[in-house]
T-cell receptor, first 111, second 113 residues
Framework: NAGVTQTPKFQVLKTGQSMTLQCAQDMNHNSMYWYRQDPGMGLRLIYYSASEGTTDKGEVPNGYNVSRLNKREFSLRLESAAPSQTSVYFC??????????FGPGTRLTVL | GESVGLHLPTLSVQEGDNSIINCAYSNSASDYFIWYKQESGKGPQFIIDIRSNMDKRQGQRVTVLLNKTVKHLSLQIAATQPGDSAVYFCAENMGGATNKLIFGTGTLLAVQP
């Protein structure tokens, strides 16, 4: 099993550009999540999907949209990137119980 | 302690000593409390969890203590090794239909050889 995979690993955008971060999991988990991590900080929840077909806002949803494409895939879209969105983005998934599995992260810089 | 901006609380220990990392949580309704380890350039990795109806749980070289009276969680690492150097986060999970995981700000553990 690959676990949780994310693409791309690195990305540089100019202010106003758009992009989609991709995430996939092969553990048949119902729930998937997008977090952002700023330097020296903890992870903050952007959006989550408790099951296929549902999505909900987390702590910091402004400027982002998500799509739960199917049970495996959960994408995060930045429609008009801003420098404040420079961060490391982590996707995670969970099944029953408290264990979340995290991807390796996407390092995004917005100039 | 709590971190502000870019300054993570740091715990520096000698190799072989025991480490204790502390965390304060805010939500009394959380079902689970979980410790994660994050090495540089990687995603968080699950270490151990404890349910809200427990006070203590032991794993391999790690022990988590939960004090619900003062909303305090700690992670004890026995015989700390250089490979334990990382940022450690506590997280709370309310479970149920929402099943969200909310993270604390983290502590940097630096193991001196």
């Amino acid at each position: 099993n690959a676990g949780v995979t994310q693409t791309p690993k690195f990305q540089v955008l100019k202010t106003g550009q758009s992009m989609t971060l991709q995430c996939a999991q092969d553990m048949n988990h119902n729930s998937m999540y997008w977090y952002r991590q700023d330097p020296g900080m903890g992870l903050r929840l952007i959006y989550y999907s408790a099951s296929e077909g549902t999505t909900d806002k987390g702590e910091v949803p402004n400027g982002y949209n998500v799509s739960r494409l199917n049970k495996r895939e959960f994408s995060l879209r930045l429609e008009s990137a801003a420098p404040s969105q420079t961060s490391v983005y982590f996707c995670a998934s969970s099944g029953r119980g408290p264990r979340w599995f995290f991807g390796p992260g996407t390092r995004l810089t917005v100039l | 302690g709590e971190s502000v901006g870019l300054h993570l609380p740091t715990l520096s220990v000698q190799e072989g000593d025991n480490s204790i990392i502390n965390c304060a949580y805010s939500n009394s309704a959380s079902d689970y409390f979980i410790w994660y380890k994050q090495e540089s350039g990687k995603g968080p990795q699950f270490i151990i969890d404890i349910r809200s109806n427990m006070d203590k749980r032991q794993g391999q070289r790690v022990t988590v203590l939960l004090n619900k009276t003062v909303k305090h969680l700690s992670l004890q690492i026995a015989a700390t090794q250089p490979g334990d150097s990382a940022v450690y986060f506590c997280a709370e999970n309310m479970g149920g239909a929402t099943n969200k995981l909310i993270f604390g700000t983290g502590t940097l553990l630096a193991v001196q050889p």
